[in-house]
Every structure is written in C-alpha cells, then in structure tokens.
C-alpha cells in the first residue's frame, strides 16, 4: 500500500524535467521501383516538458504532433537524430519506457471483458510482484474512485460509452503508476463536456506529480485553461512553446496581435495554415524553433528527483514468462468465449463443412468403384481444414494486434509469452474442432472401423490443421487488408498442383520430384491416405464384374501415396516448427520496429 502513497506523495518529492534538441525526424517513401525519397517530418526542433505540467502538443492535422510524441516516447527509433535529456543528462528513450506509459490515438479494448477483468488482467502482469492481491484490490478500487467508473467495474468495454471507455483505457494505464503519460489525440471521438472531463483527469493527475504530455488538434478555450505547457507545432517546425497566458503576448511581439474575440490557439492555428499570409519563419525563429523557454512557466525549484531508481533486482517484467502466458490465455479464453457469434462460426464452419462433404463423398471408403473418388474425397478434407483453420486465425490475429502492440510497447509482457499464450489457446479449439469434424466425414464415407486408423487419420488431419494456422500467423504477420486475403487463397495452390492431386511426381520433370517428398499437402494426403488403406487393409468390395483398384496397395502405389507415416509425421511437423519459428520473428519484428 505504501507504494502507491508515494506515487501520491510524488509532489513532495521533487521535479523531474525532459529536454529535446534539434530533434529531426526523416521518412524514405517506400513506392517500389521510384527513386527512394525522404521527407522531413520534424526539423531540428527542441523542447522542454517538465512533471506537476499537462503539456499539450498542438498542431494542424499533419504537422508533425504524433511523430513528435513516438519520438520521445520511443514509440520511434529509426531515422531520428537529436538528444533527449531527463534533468540534464542524455537519456535513453528505452529508459523513458521504463516509467512511462503511452496511450494511442485509436487504442483497442477487448470488448467481451468487464472493467474488472481488464484492470485486473493489467495489475496482475504489470505489478505481479510489486503488490500483495489486497494491495493490488485497494489500488484498483482507488483508480476506479479518482476516474469516476466504478459503477461500471462489471460492465463489458462494448457497453460503456466513449467517455467512460477512455477513462477506461488511462486507468488500465495507471496501476503501475507511470511518472510519465504519453497520449495521442485522448480526446479523439468525445463530445466537448467528456473531452473536457478527460482534460480535468489528466490535469488531476499531472498535480500528483506525474508528467502528462498529450496530443490535441485544437483544444476549447475551457481546455486551454487546463494546459500548463503549450507545444505548437507547424509542418515539423515549432511555432511557439509556452503557457497559454503567455501566447496573447507572444501574438502581440510578432506584430499579430489576437482580435478580443478569438480563442488564442485558433487564432494561432489560423496563421499557421497561412490564412493571414505566410508568417511561419518568424514565427519559428522568434521561438528559435523550441530553444526560447521566455514564454514558459519559470522553474525555480531543483529538477533533482531519479524515477528510474530501480531495486537491485529489478529485471524486464514485473511477472515471470509462465505468469505471463496464464493472464494472457486466461483473457483470450474468456474474450474468445463470451463472442458467441464469432465462436459460433468458428465452431460451427468446419462441422457444417463435414457434413456436407461427407454426405457429397458418402460410402467411399470401401468401395473399390470409387477408390479415385477416396483420394479427391482425402485431399479435399485437408483443403477445408486447411482453409477453416487458416481463415479463422486471420480474422483473430489482426483485431486482437492493435492491444498487443501498445500493451507489448509499454512493457506489459514479452512477445514470446504472447505468443505462446495465442497458439495455446487456440489449441482446445481446434482439437475439438478437428475431432468432430474427422468423425463425421470418416464415419460418412465409410473408411474402416478400426481406431488406429482412425487416430491416425485425425493425427494427419490435425496436424495439418496447426500448419495451417501457424501459415496464417506468418501471413498476417507480414501482410494486412486484402493482401493478407488473397495470400490466404494462394498460399496452398503451389503445394496443391505439386501434389498427387494435380501431377504425379513420376510424370513431372525430374526437378520437382523432390519436392513432392516434402511438400507437406502432399505428404498429408499420402499420409491420411495410408491410414485407411494403408498396413495390410484387405481388399475393398467390388459391386461390379470388374474393379480395377480393389486391391489397396495398387491404389496407394498407382496414386503414389505408400509412405511411412512416421516419415509423414516428421515433415508435417517439421513445418509446424519453421512456421511458428517464422511466424514468431514476423510478429516479434512488427512488435518492435513496425510502428
Ligand atoms: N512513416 C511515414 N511515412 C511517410 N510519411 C509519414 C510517416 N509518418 C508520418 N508521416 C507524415 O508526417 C506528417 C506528420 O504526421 P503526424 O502523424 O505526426 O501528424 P499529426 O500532426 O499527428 O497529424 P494528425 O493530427 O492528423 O494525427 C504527415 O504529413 C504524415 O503524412
């Protein structure tokens, strides 16, 4: 409890302040094939911002404010030159992560989990060790209490509104109490009293000691008064650093002075977008681009407090990795399973398929006419458990990444802990998913009633099914949108044709017979086809004069599908590992350098 006293008792502790200067920040277009350009997104500018302060960073739309923010954050590391200060000394932004949390423009909220759950699920990984469970309950009790949402504690975050929600989202943030608050745009999609209420929380807070820096496009003049610092930024350069109160005066120096009438930032907005002429470069260079502090707060207390003394045995995470996989699959579970619509097709897609299908290729199994027919009846099987495993991970994986992302980036827990917790999570679902579905089509098409041919077909079929998913994780890894879709349709296609399906490897040429030993649809088919024909299956029955392919082994030799199904197993999970090796990096790189 003591703990989170001092965070309230920050204020007598002492100031702490951080610097930028000359901080630049440049793009390179990325169009393939064009001659590769930079963009100046922020032009040397410096800067001050100082705890006890709501700083607000504002600007036209584009004008460099969220690039300005990711860049002290450290939401951004690439292409930025220039030095971050904390009281004097060059800092690190990884070392401003440590203490920080950073609130995103379009943050994302679980919506099937109450306010509970979330400010339990973030305490437990954030402060696993750091609180006794009374401890971790008064604090929870005590945010709910200062942001006005603890008659909402057993609410879903799709039932609160927008307002509650946000307030919703800066708690989630505050239960390892933060001495710096970043946030993007957190009045974005509010109407003027909740923006103005959020305004108050956050102003609130940043009395309690804490640094609070904030994005805004063009706060009301209510606002204005809140704000102890003003960062105006036009087109990557700064137009004025300073206290509201202060910028009628700083109007008046350049020779524009603010009519009575006008709310003083959108009048300054106005000269920004050149409405009254092109007076951006004396504004710049009246402010020395962020390096005249004349027009800010005067500060004549000591900056001397150390937030980054850490205890010696401090390590990256408050919870260990075991800790972390058991919060993150208990939450993915619980959101997985009160979504009943998007379960209901999950569950129901693969069953529905089954049975279809296994009405379409009834009986066979044991029926030398229709041994042809088997194999199409095999490789289509593996075709819609590949497809419902596939689609059901890209529909999940690109909604659930936004709340990865930010929770990863402020330290919640590591990506192999997350990733982890997904894939195991994923796997009931699947298993009982792959296990009704094979007895269905096996039991609808008649293939032998013998169960270890069974288990071994449902082995293959799951498998399969993990391969698939673990594709489809790479996949979205990689790509998103439409490109994600198509790939998914196109992923299987170069292993289908290369199979017995589409050629026969003695009949292709001789650079592609190897790659039917490996290609592992081919080795599915061959394998699941073993299963119920395979290890001395007497022979099918003919209902005609003659069948050519009543005798199993001629089948299996004819359509080249004799393997040995522990060599089957290998390949089938020999993909599983370099699809989950590959799909971790593309995740685990999209975490850390992709923002
Ligand atoms: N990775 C990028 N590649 C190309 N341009 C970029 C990139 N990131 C930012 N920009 C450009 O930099 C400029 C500033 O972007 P930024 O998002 O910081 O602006 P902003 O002031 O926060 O805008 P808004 O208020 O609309 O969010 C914009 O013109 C944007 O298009």
Redesign the pocket.
């Known amino acids: 409890m003591h703990e989170y006293q001092e965070s309230e008792n920050l204020n007598n502790k002492g100031r702490f302040k951080l610097a930028f200067k000359d901080l630049k920040y440049i793009?390179?277009?990325?169009v393939p094939f064009l001659k590769q350009k930079t963009?100046t997104?922020?032009n040397c500018v410096s800067g001050e911002f100082h705890s006890h302060e709501l700083t607000a960073i504002i600007?036209?739309?584009?004008?460099?404010?969220?690039?300005?923010?990711?860049c002290i954050s450290g939401f951004r590391v690439n292409n930025i030159s220039g030095t971050i200060t904390y009281n004097n000394d060059i800092i690190s932004t990884r070392k401003i992560k440590e203490v920080s949390s950073y609130f995103m423009?379009e943050q994302m909220l679980h919506k099937f989990l109450t306010v509970n759950e979330f400010m339990n699920f973030a305490i437990n990984v954030k402060c696993h060790k750091k609180f006794s469970k009374e401890e971790k309950e008064f604090r929870i009790e005590n945010i709910l209490r200062k942001l006005d949402i603890t008659n909402q504690r057993n609410s879903y975050s799709q039932d609160l509104s927008g307002g509650q929600r946000k307030r919703l989202q800066i708690a989630i943030e505050l239960v390892d109490d933060p001495k710096i608050l970043f946030l993007?745009?957190p009045t974005t999609n509010l109407d003027i009293v909740s923006s103005t209420q959020c305004m108050k929380l956050l102003k609130d807070l940043s009395n309690e000691g804490r640094m609070i820096i904030l994005?805004i496009?063009q706060p009301s003049a209510t606002m204005l008064t809140m704000f102890d610092h003003i960062y105006a930024?036009s087109a990557?350069n700064c137009i004025y650093q300073g206290t509201s109160g202060n910028l009628i005066e700083y109007l008046d120096e350049i020779g524009l002075p603010c009519p009575s009438s006008y709310n003083p930032i959108d009048y300054l907005m106005e000269i920004a977008s050149n409405e009254y002429g092109d007076h951006s470069q004396v504004l710049v260079d009246k402010i020395q681009n962020g390096s005249n502090f004349d027009y800010a707060t005067e500060h004549d207390q000591d900056h001397t407090i150390d937030i980054f003394k850490k205890p010696s045995d401090f390590v990256d995470y408050s919870s260990s990795y075991f800790q972390q996989v058991y919060y993150l699959m208990v939450r993915i579970l619980l959101s997985r399973f009160r979504n009943k619509s998007s379960l209901c097709i999950r569950f129901s897609s693969l069953i529905v398929m089954g049975i279809i299908f296994g009405l379409v290729y009834q009986r066979v199994g044991n029926n030398a006419s229709y041994s042809i027919d088997n194999i199409h009846f095999i490789a289509g099987s593996l075709c819609i458990v590949y497809f419902t495993s596939f689609h059901s991970l890209y529909i999940t994986f690109p909604t659930e990444f936004p709340i990865i992302k930010r929770e990863h980036f402020n330290g919640w827990y590591s990506a192999i802990a997350y990733y982890s917790s997904f894939i195991l999570s994923d796997f009931p679902l699947i298993l009982l998913n792959v296990t009704i579905y094979c007895i269905i089509v096996y039991l609808l098409t008649d293939q032998p009633r013998e169960l270890h041919r069974f288990l071994l077909f449902f082995g293959n079929h799951l498998v399969f099914a993990y391969d698939a998913q673990t594709m489809a994780i790479m996949v979205t890894g990689l790509f998103s949108g439409m490109v994600a879709v198509c790939l998914s349709q196109l992923s299987i296609f170069p292993f289908y044709v290369i199979s017995t399906v589409g050629v026969y490897a003695r009949d292709t040429h001789p650079i592609f017979t190897s790659f039917f030993r490996v290609n592992f649809f081919n080795v599915a088919i061959a394998g699941s086809t073993t299963s119920v024909l395979g290890m001395n299956r007497t022979k099918l029955r003919c209902d005609e004069l003659y069948c050519h392919f009543n005798d199993p082994k001629k089948i299996l030799h004819d359509f080249e599908c004799d393997i040995d199904l522990l060599y089957a197993f290998k390949v089938l999970f020999a993909y599983l590992v370099v699809c989950h090796i590959g799909a971790f990096v593309f995740i685990r790189y999209k975490l850390k350098y992709k923002h």
Do not use: A, F, R, Y
Not at 27 to 30: E, L, T
């Open positions: 793009v390179k277009s990325k963009k997104i922020l600007g036209l739309s584009g004008s460099g404010k969220s690039s300005l923010l990711d423009q993007d745009e994005t496009h930024l990557g």
